[in-house]
């Protein structure tokens, strides 16, 4: 490969502005080995899309991601659309012989996401990723440290929630709502991110669902651009006005760990006075752990070893440059993180690795995103069954 990567990103909205973002960063933070080029940009709103290649850098745009994806100059796919559109644009990206980085959930059904581990494992030569940016917060990549160095010892329980409070009824019909799009709702957007982050930082792999719940409470929403109150119109427009939910707000699971830790996990678009939690606390035999996003500068930790009368929770600010992973490429200490870093560090990670170096702190791959989409379908099947699922069950 030359020592450019041109990028390609499908997807222009959200992710797109978080991309964009860490692809026109990095290098001014990072001494990357490889220089990412934005090349084009992918969308479906081509009024949208002359102003956001402008306002972001990219050379070029279309509205047409199976061109872009076979243009010769194209090193990198980066696939940031909905949820259902990823195993076909990933796959297509990997038989041009594309590197392909992928927004997480890997994909809308377990199907799709084998397809994809599949097709990666074949495309020996190129690399894929898979966008789980929690674990690249500075204080969830030092738990991750601290939990191999031995600092927790055994770990007994794991417990992680992701609470949100964007799924209110006047929330409309959005993509994230419906499972043709998304596959489910709070459970693949959420619960996949506090999977993944459970198994980095407890390097175990969850092997049995014990139970599940899974509950819609906003059973229909209104359309995109229709009345914002349709529950206040008449039936007859009311019923033009909104459309069905076929996905969960919530889903609950309980979970057994191979290293012997028990956990519980918790993903909800109706937890009324949450914006974006995201916490895990992990509980071991020699300490203990918590990480909060809402905080994400802050790692606690626990030393049950310390003096009795002066133990007590550690509030660790993560931000010493050569002791806190990506620390050293930002600020001084305490000149705070936010949500667009973790983009950036994870650009610089995937540079790293299409270069032949090893990332900071490991980076998730097609293989290792099939593994927390088996636990996202393990858990569907349990609350669907109302029944233990083993994971040897899932395939
Ligand atoms: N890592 C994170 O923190 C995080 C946060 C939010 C979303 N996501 C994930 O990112 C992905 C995108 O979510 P979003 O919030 O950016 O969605 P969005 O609705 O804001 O944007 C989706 C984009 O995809 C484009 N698109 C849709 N279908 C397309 C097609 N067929 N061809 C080309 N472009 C198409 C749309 O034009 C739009 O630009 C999802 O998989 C989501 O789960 C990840």
């Known amino acids: 490969m030359s020592e450019i990567c041109n990028i390609a990103l499908l997807g222009q909205k959200l992710m797109g502005r978080a991309h964009s973002n860490a692809y026109r960063n990095v290098e001014r933070f990072f001494n990357v080995p490889l220089k990412p080029v934005m090349h084009t940009i992918v969308g479906q709103d081509l009024i949208a899309l002359a102003p956001f290649a402008d306002r972001w850098g990219w050379k070029r745009y279309s509205t047409s991601w199976k061109e872009v994806v076979k243009d010769p100059a194209i090193h990198l796919v980066d696939v940031s659309t909905p949820n259902y559109m990823h195993a076909e644009q990933a796959l297509a990206a ?144 009311r019923k033009k006005s909104v459309g069905k939910v076929d996905v969960d707000d919530c889903v609950l699971f309980l979970a057994r760990f191979n290293g012997g830790a028990v956990g519980s996990f918790e993903a909800t678009r109706l937890a009324t006075g949450h914006q974006n939690n995201n916490m895990i606390e992990l509980n071991g035999e020699h300490g203990a752990l918590r990480f909060s996003f809402e905080d994400m500068n802050l790692l606690w930790f626990f030393d049950k070893h310390e003096d009795a009368r002066t133990a007590g929770w550690r509030r660790i600010m993560c931000t010493s440059a050569g002791n806190h992973p990506y620390a050293g490429a930002w600020w001084p200490d305490a000149h705070l993180l936010g949500y667009e870093h973790t983009f950036v560090n994870m650009v610089a990670d995937m540079m790293a690795v299409l270069a032949g170096d090893e990332p900071t702190v490991p980076i998730p791959n097609f293989a290792d995103a099939y593994e927390t989409q088996r636990v996202l379908e393990a858990a569907l099947l349990a609350a669907k069954h109302r029944a233990a699922v083993r994971l040897s069950e899932v395939k």
């Open 94 to 237: 990997l038989a041009a012989g594309k590197h392909v980085a992928c927004e997480k959930p890997l994909a809308a059904t377990l199907k799709d996401a084998r397809s994809m581990k599949n097709a990666a494992a074949r495309a020996r030569k190129h690399r894929t990723f898979v966008w789980f940016n929690y674990r690249r917060c500075p204080a969830v990549a030092l738990a991750h440290q601290l939990v191999a160095d031995g600092r927790l010892g055994r770990i007994y329980h794991l417990r992680a929630c992701y609470l949100q409070s964007g799924g209110d009824p006047e929330t409309p019909l959005l993509w994230r709502f419906q499972k043709k799009y998304a596959g489910s709702g709070a459970h693949a957007d959420l619960n996949s991110h506090i999977i993944d982050m459970a198994r980095f930082i407890t390097g175990q792999e969850i092997v049995e669902v014990g139970g599940a719940l899974a509950e819609t409470f906003v059973s229909e929403r209104p359309l995109p651009g229709a009345a914002a109150h349709p529950a206040r119109t008449g039936s007859r427009s």
